[in-house]
């Protein structure tokens, strides 16, 4: 077979070429034609959701958290307020080595291990470009820190927002209450909306009352922010409203007052303006520091106070119960007049004691283990006032019946919470035959109401009670509901009197004058009060004990474990003439009435003249 | 054996009767001219928005434009028979650069594709887009075509050289487009459709081991965020859904000028280089994607006519090679960015920022007005 030589052959490799630029001009149409179609469906026919998706990258509505509303005191002095809080953030997308810029974080402020833990999750949550807090309340110092190794720490920021201050931190830990971070079960319960850009949530007291009113209400804007979430400019606002500023009745100086007179002693003092039912001081010892709660307490301070014998976070100014002991003396003696048992005149004779009939059991008056008799062969209403005979009351209870007593005895808002404006506030106990029968399923025994006759036995009363019944006895009879609130924006706030206790007018001054004998008498409870004193007190003391104290036994103040010493109580208003104010005192473990009673002096003394020279008897 | 000079007995004759213009004594084809200084025009108004209304940005691509015409202009009055003569030694030269990249290179972020001599810094592989082309054709341009199963296999080779030392550089963008390149070559040449279509098998057949042992992790990564940019909202994926939703919001009359939202918040990254067309997109809407999409379908068409009229096959086939290259760069680039082709390094030619690949891209269009300019020169 011949060999051909192979030629070039320019006709066909030029024919072939066109081919193949056919070809070629074919696949570039083709594919073309698919990025023209790519874009066609995403400029033309989605446009609509990209057009959406582009506006939410770049709109975002940014909630307006309102300012919380100002507490000030009767006089105008803060009392929680609204500070610059700074606190450091990292916007990850920015730090350049985010383990690295840690590092040196944690050598330059102190963070700690929960820190970096809660840190953790909150980047997990994060959108990008978002600068996600580390550490809250940052010091001046660290603050100055930060500031000058800035520089050096690109994606880290400080951030300022408002954080709740008390500046009067323990003073008024118990009457204010606190606000605290936002918790999973409270923002399930609190309307979503409002509280959009809110951290914090009043969680006791005041601030948990009137969290609506402090709160005011979420604004929002609409702001253009770039793809790091700085905002470049506002394009539509809607203010939020500022939480309304509250005035308290409460008087710093008289808080002050109760609270250093009961220095490093567990008790509670009320005092109450009867006038208005306004609270003046609400004071519960020991306290602690409400600024520790505001933006999450640490497991170590929290332990302290929880599991703290003194129970400090306990309010025991309304969540205290006690037996108010002979404190309720001045009501069992009016509930005797005007049941028409007893007049002011009428006597019953005290050999120190008390005997039901056909009974043996001896109900010893406290005054028999000093003198070893009575207080008198016959004891009249001023003197059992005034010396606080349990043998009158005794008598008077037993002849009232315990039914009788817890009917005459509500008015003064015994057996019922009071209604005041804070949280957690207990309704001790009135008892009676049916109190009984439901709460406890027995049977009344004729001794109970013995012991129920001077405030012992099943009867509790918080120190807000007693206060309120204080402020009942003190303005004759008038009844209202008490207060801490004075003021809204300026505005005062009238609460409505409730159904007054009707009683005869001598009656009212028969107790009286068996109050004032209390302070201003010779034999008085607390006439060591009187020393010095420029107004008259009418007042009551009362002692509790905390151990039952068996037949026959001898309660040696000295010998029984402090914690199981009597409380002791005073209750007392003045002037007596037109009272202004009316106070209700408990000391844990005070041994006798003598622990409360020079507190309601430098109390009264402070509200009447802004300050007390009155000196502790030795 | 010479080049063979072709003779259209219809046109011939007329060129010869009518005296060289200026255009065709400097060797510079007008249409082609005027649709280059259309496209780069437009792209530095896209690029003044999409820098942030950066006028340094403009002036300086403005002096990498002006040094790319210089480049084409210069690259023009090269003749073919210099080009062909030049093939085997800028061939060698080249690999041996890229086997001097491997040792002594330079680079940023885990590639080594630069190579430093004295204060100078360039890119081997960037010059490899022509030289390789150059290569195959020159190779071919002497055989009969379509040609034979040895000369594909050598032409092959020529290739694969090359794009495998840029492949390991990593450098998965570049070397795809010199493959590209030179396959382009051989594909002009008349290779039988049977290695087209056997080649295709095999590349679907090769997928999987190439998923399994080629592909790095961060390619690997990039395949996958384009199928599902949702999985890696913040990561790889950020890129593709800030790059879609700028182009979809533009819709077909666009944001304005200098008012794109995605790209003037910083919400599209790398705006004014790899993902300008988004900008584009944004600002000028579907309108303006037709308008550039328009242009570059001119300059395409015109490279084609330019092949189809070249006087010896290196012309014809570097003139389609060079064409189909610069649409690899238009189709992989308007493809990544609108999220259907994984996010490779490829800029969109003449319009994205930089001065690398305007230099290349300018040099290449400098062969192919060379190639439009050969016949009339030949003849005179």
């Given at each position: 077979m011949p060999q051909y030589i192979a030629l070039k052959d320019p006709n066909r490799e030029s024919r072939i070429y066109s081919a193949r630029t056919v070809a070629a001009i074919t696949v570039v149409l083709a594919l073309l034609g698919i990025i023209l179609t790519r874009y066609y469906s995403l400029q033309v026919t989605e446009f609509e959701s990209y057009r959406t998706q582009s506006d939410s990258n770049r709109v975002k509505l940014q909630p307006l958290p309102p300012k919380r509303g100002l507490i000030y005191d009767r006089?105008?002095?803060?009392?929680a307020d609204n500070r610059p809080s700074f606190s450091l953030s990292v916007i990850k997308e920015r730090v350049p080595d985010f383990d690295a810029t840690l590092t040196e974080l944690q050598q330059l402020v102190p963070i700690t291990e929960s820190h970096l833990e809660k840190f953790q999750q909150r980047l997990k949550r994060r959108r990008p470009y978002e600068a996600v807090p580390l550490r809250f309340r940052l010091t001046e110092e660290e603050r100055a820190i930060l500031a000058v190794n800035r520089f050096r720490l690109p994606g880290v920021v400080v951030d300022a927002q408002l954080l709740r201050h008390y500046p009067q931190g323990e003073l008024f830990s118990h009457a204010l209450g606190y606000v605290g971070r936002i918790n999973e079960r409270e923002a399930f319960e609190l309307d979503e909306t409002e509280y959009r850009g809110t951290f914090h949530v009043g969680k006791i007291g005041v601030e948990k009352f009137y969290e609506q009113m402090l709160h005011g209400a979420v604004g929002y804007q609409n702001v253009e922010t770039n793809a790091h979430g700085r905002v470049l400019r506002v394009l539509e606002r809607y203010s939020p409203k500022p939480g309304v500023d509250l005035t308290l009745h409460l008087d710093i100086e008289v808080q002050k007052a109760a609270f250093d007179a009961l220095g490093d002693r567990r008790g509670a003092v009320v005092a109450i303006d009867p006038l208005t039912g306004g609270i003046l001081a609400l004071v519960s010892t020991p306290g602690f520091d409400t600024n520790l709660f505001v933006n999450g307490i640490s497991s170590k301070d929290y332990s302290a106070l929880r599991d703290s014998l003194d129970v400090p976070l306990f309010n025991r100014a309304v969540q205290g119960q006690y037996p108010p002991g002979s404190t309720i003396k001045p009501m069992m003696a009016m509930a005797g007049l005007e049941s028409g048992l007893v007049t002011p005149e009428s006597t019953v004779p005290d050999p120190g004691w008390y005997r039901l009939p056909g009974d043996s059991h001896r109900y010893r008056d406290w005054i028999l283990r000093i003198r070893g008799t009575g207080h008198a062969p016959e004891v009249d209403m001023k003197m059992a006032i005034a010396e606080s005979c349990d043998t009158y009351f005794y008598d008077l209870g037993r002849r009232l019946t315990i039914d009788r007593m817890a009917e005459y005895l509500s008015p003064y808002g015994l057996g019922d919470r009071t209604g005041i404006d804070t949280t957690n506030e207990r309704q001790g106990v009135l008892p009676s035959k049916v109190w009984k029968r439901d709460t406890l399923g027995q049977t009344w025994y004729p001794g109970e109401t013995i012991s129920a006759s001077i405030g012992q036995g099943y009867m509790l009363a918080t120190p807000m009670q007693l206060a309120v019944a204080t402020s009942v006895l003190a303005s004759k009879g008038k009844r209202r509901v008490p207060r801490?609130?004075?003021?809204?924006n300026g505005e005062p706030v009238v609460v409505p009197e409730l159904e007054p206790l009707q009683a005869e007018q001598q009656n009212w001054d028969s107790i009286y004058e068996g109050m004032l004998e209390v302070v201003h008498g010779e034999r008085g409870t607390a006439n060591y009060l009187a020393k010095g004193i420029e107004y008259r007190m009418a007042g009551k003391t009362g002692t509790a004990q905390v151990i039952g104290i068996a037949q026959n036994a001898v309660y040696n103040e000295e010998e029984v474990n402090e914690r199981h010493r009597h409380h002791g109580l005073f209750i007392a208003f003045a002037p007596a003439e037109a009272p202004t104010i009316a106070v209700a005192i408990i000391v844990e473990n005070g041994g006798g009435s003598s622990a409360a009673t020079p507190i309601a002096r430098k109390v009264i003394d402070t509200w009447l003249f802004g300050s007390s020279q009155y000196k502790d008897p030795a | 054996m010479g080049d063979y000079v072709r003779q259209m007995p219809h046109q011939g004759s007329a060129d010869l009767a009518r005296p060289p213009s200026t255009a065709s004594r400097l060797h510079i084809d007008i249409p082609l001219l005027l649709l280059l200084m259309a496209l780069t025009t437009y792209g530095l108004f896209v690029l003044y928005s999409a820098s942030g209304q950066n006028m340094g940005a403009v002036v300086r691509q403005g002096r990498y434009f002006a040094v790319g015409y210089v480049i084409l202009i210069l690259g023009a009055q090269v003749s073919l028979q210099r080009y062909t003569r030049w093939a085997p030694w800028l061939y060698l030269a080249g690999v041996a650069t890229l086997v001097a990249v491997m040792f002594f290179g330079v680079g940023a972020k885990g590639a080594q594709r630069w190579l430093q001599i004295g204060g100078f810094r360039f890119q081997p592989s960037e010059i490899m887009k022509l030289v390789v082309p150059i290569a195959v054709a020159w190779y071919l341009s002497d055989r009969i075509l379509p040609p034979r199963f040895k000369y594909v296999l050598v032409s092959l080779a020529l290739v694969v050289v090359p794009a495998g030392l840029i492949l390991q550089q990593p450098d998965l963008g570049t070397s795809l487009l010199i493959a590209a390149s030179g396959l382009f070559v051989l594909f002009m040449a008349g290779i039988g459709w049977r290695y087209i279509f056997g080649a295709m098998v095999l590349a679907v057949a090769s997928a999987w081991p190439a998923w399994m042992f080629v592909f790095k992790d961060y390619q690997k990564q990039r395949i996958l965020t384009m199928l599902n940019p949702e999985s890696d909202k913040l990561g790889a994926g950020w890129n593709i859904i800030q790059s879609k939703t700028a182009i979809g919001s533009g819709g077909w009359e666009g944001k304005g000028w200098m008012t794109g939202t995605q790209s003037q918040l910083d919400f599209l990254p790398e705006s004014h280089t790899d993902f300008i067309i988004a900008v584009l997109a944004e600002e000028f809407g579907l309108r303006g994607v037709l308008f550039l999409l328009s242009l570059y379908l001119l300059i395409l068409l015109r490279g084609f006519w330019i092949g189809l009229h070249a006087q010896t096959s290196f012309g014809r086939m570097m003139a389609g090679s060079l064409t189909l290259t610069f649409f690899v760069y238009i189709f992989v680039n308007m493809g990544m960015v609108a999220g259907l082709?994984?996010?490779?390094?490829?800029?969109?030619?003449?319009?994205?920022?930089?001065?690398t690949s305007v230099v290349t891209l300018m040099a290449g269009f400098g062969i192919l007005m060379a190639v439009s300019t050969e016949k009339r020169m030949v003849v005179h």
């Open positions: 006089n105008g002095v803060l009392l801490l609130l004075r003021e809204v | 082709l994984p996010v490779v390094g490829v800029p969109l030619p003449l319009v994205s920022a930089g001065g």
